[in-house]
């Protein structure tokens, strides 16, 4: 293969790569976050709560979801994750 070859493959492969993790996190996070307002309506009749009352439960869920995010983030960070290798030397 010439060099040419081997750079339109990478490059082939990294569209795949990111085109996968679009889907995986579209479907991971859109089932979490997507279906909030449809249990809205359903729970204010349940507990008999106001529109506005019950608006806190998903600002609630994202602003935990960030902070812990964020806090996974720094201490990933200070693990110092290195580059996984596939040799065993």
């Known amino acids: 293969m010439t060099p040419e070859d081997i750079a339109a493959t990478n490059k082939r492969q990294r569209w ?3 085109a996968t993790l679009f889907l995986i996190m579209f479907f991971v996070l859109g089932g979490t976050f997507s279906p909030l307002p449809l249990f809205l309506t359903p729970l ?7 529109h506005a009352r019950m608006s806190w439960v ?10 812990i995010a964020s806090g996974l983030g720094l201490f990933a960070r200070a693990l110092r994750p290195h580059r996984a290798r596939s040799d065993p030397g």
């Open 16 to 18: 795949l790569v990111i």
């Open 44 to 50: 204010i009749k349940q507990y008999g709560w106001s």
């Open 58 to 67: 998903p600002t609630l869920y994202l602003l935990m979801f960030g902070l």
